[in-house]
């Protein structure tokens, strides 16, 4: 059961590497097809310096750690119970293969509706890369069935 | 590179369909985007949840929504990008990504457009509905 006591509360920090590799393991997941996303030659042709991420990759990465849905868990949203309702992202920067990202979390909210029968808890993410330069945000709703 | 100047509100996005969402891609994508929750690739999980059958990654089909938007302008003019998922996509859906262009506008020097992006499988259901903003110098 969610608790409006845990507004505020801050996860762990997450610290991430962008690897090339992985980019292109995510883009075959995709079905994504555009070499730049792939090929390095062709990043670079189109202006990057290396592989960039593709718009969504950026909530991946912060999945990176031993025990990704334990933050939720630890607030009364058990991965069975739990989907996601809605994703934001707002971009400033681009993010490409080489760049450590690190992503800071807290809950910007928690509310119920019907009763208090399904729960919502909303994280906001800070991401910035190792330039301390702020890339990202990003902001999920979690439904919470109770 | 898509010309700001003819581009109208009305205007829409080559659409996008995907192939079918096999278990292969739900594998695939849990590996690959990280996203090991057992709900999308443990069926017997699945049921101990209370569902009938495993069903697909809500940010895979954001993902797909993503190539639309980046199959149509360079990534670094998307600028704001945010989806509500409606329903839950079963396996062997096909998604069929759409976007529209609603607003056009400059801000600040900027010249902004504002699309209109949803998701649907190949019965019509809407999975996603979202917007994006985009942004030529």
Known sequence: ?146 | MIAYDTISPGDELPELVTDEISRTTLALYAGASGDHNPIHIDIDFAKSAGMDDVFAHGMLSMAYLGRLLTGWVPQSAIKDFEVKFTSITQVNSKIICSGKVEEKFERDGKKILKLSVDAKDENGNIKIIGCAEIEFD
């Open chain 1, 1 to 146: 059961m969610l608790n409006e006591a845990d507004i505020g509360k801050k996860f762990p920090q997450v610290v991430a590497d962008v690897e090339k590799g992985r980019l292109r393991f995510f883009a075959k997941a995709i079905g994504e097809t555009d070499p730049i996303y792939t090929d390095e030659e062709a990043a670079k042709a189109a202006g990057y310096t290396s592989l960039p991420i593709p718009p969504t990759f950026i909530f991946c990465l912060k999945m990176d750690v031993p025990r990704p849905f334990e933050n939720y868990e630890n607030v009364g949203a058990p991965l069975e119970k739990i989907l996601h309702g809605k994703q934001k992202f707002q971009y400033y920067k681009s993010v490409v293969a080489g760049d450590t990202l690190t992503f800071d979390s807290y809950i910007a909210d928690i509310y119920h509706k019907k009763a208090g029968a399904m729960g919502f808890l909303v994280e906001q993410t800070k991401v910035t890369n190792q330039h301390s330069e702020h890339v990202a945000d990003m902001i999920s709703t979690l439904v919470v069935r109770q």
